[in-house]
């Protein structure tokens, strides 16, 4: 199985949002071979919440001030070691076997070069999404 390195630029700045990121983290560490990933979070500092993505991350970033998404982005996409990039918003839920559709996908789609998945509202999303 390829590794794959997952992005998840965050920036924490209240209660509600702190929530949300972690049951995005939940999601993916209850995901079907979440031993190959390799999280890599970049903290575009945010004013809480800080010292547990540290605890979880394998490679994590603390930038200094709010740098935006994109740079965030190319901060951890730099770090990641993984065969396969997976860049990820930090207010979203994965499917349990979001991994086996991304190694099917790309094992059966040669020129295949990037992947997005259906998204929904996070408050509309069941928790068998």
Not at 5 to 18: F, G, K, Q, T
Not at 55 to 71: A, E, F, M, Q
Not at 97 to 120: C, P, Q
Request: proline letters at 3%; hydrophobic letters at 45%; glycine letters at 6%.
């Amino acid at each position: 199985m390829k590794k794959i390195s997952i992005i998840i630029p965050a920036w924490i700045r209240n209660d509600e949002l702190y929530g949300l990121t972690n049951r995005t983290l939940a999601s993916f560490f209850q995901s079907r071979g979440w031993d190959k990933c390799e999280l890599v979070v970049v903290d575009n500092a945010s004013p809480i919440g800080g010292d547990q993505l540290l605890k979880i991350s394998d490679i994590y970033v603390r930038n200094k001030v709010n740098l935006g998404y994109p740079k965030a982005v190319n901060q951890g996409i730099k770090l990641a070691s993984g065969d396969l990039i997976v860049v990820a918003n930090d207010d979203i839920r994965v499917s349990p076997n979001w991994i086996d559709v991304t190694l099917e996908s790309f094992r059966h789609i040669k020129k295949l070069g990037s992947l997005h998945f259906k998204m929904v509202r996070y408050d509309l999303a069941t928790e068998a999404v």
